[in-house]
């Protein structure tokens, strides 16, 4: 695994996704990645960069409808809101977004696995935390 922080912005496979699928792809993308975490049974494994693309894209949502993290760069703010108006048309994209978060990081998520054995459980919980409320 490449680098991997507590928050998306730190997480190779996140911004793989960002600046690979999303930039190329737009909307569609963020609807794929938030149908293909959120439609994964509890009974199969959602794998890790499944999981990443998910959360990333919950945070292209949540940024198309103008709930930003704090503490965001210029630059990461226009690659998130890259295809921003065609994001907001999305039919229930905040709440496609919640459902994918809530996979991610239920029972058989690798993503969720790999950071609850991890000394920075806490701060990845709190970022996830932030981006659920910024999607309610």
Same mark, same amino acid.
Not at 111 to 130: G, I
């Given at each position: 695994?490449?680098?991997?922080g ?5 997480d190779d ?9 999303y930039?190329?792809s ?6 794929s ?6 439609n994964c049974p ?9 999981g ?6 919950? /945070?292209?949502? =949540?940024?198309?409808?103008?709930d930003m993290?704090?503490?965001? $760069?210029?630059?990461? +703010?226009? %690659?998130?809101n #890259? ?7 999305l ?21 969720? /696995?790999?950071w =609850? ?6 701060d990845?919980v709190? $970022?996830?935390?932030? +981006?659920? %409320?910024?999607? #309610?």
């Amino acid at each position: 695994m490449g680098a991997w922080g507590a928050t998306l912005f730190e997480d190779d496979a996140s911004l793989d996704w960002l600046d690979g699928d999303y930039a190329a792809s737009g909307a569609s993308a963020v609807a794929s990645a938030l149908d293909k975490a959120a439609n994964c049974p509890v009974t199969e494994y959602l794998e890790v960069d499944d999981g990443a693309a998910a959360l990333m894209a919950g /945070e292209v949502v =949540a940024t198309a409808h103008g709930d930003m993290p704090d503490e965001i $760069s210029q630059d990461m +703010l226009e %690659r998130l809101n #890259a295809h921003g108006s065609a994001v907001r048309d999305l039919p229930d994209g905040k709440m496609r977004a919640r459902k994918a978060l809530e996979r991610v990081i239920s029972d058989n998520s690798e993503l969720h /696995e790999l950071w =609850a054995e991890s000394d920075d459980q806490a701060d990845w919980v709190a $970022s996830v935390n932030d +981006l659920r %409320r910024r999607l #309610a």
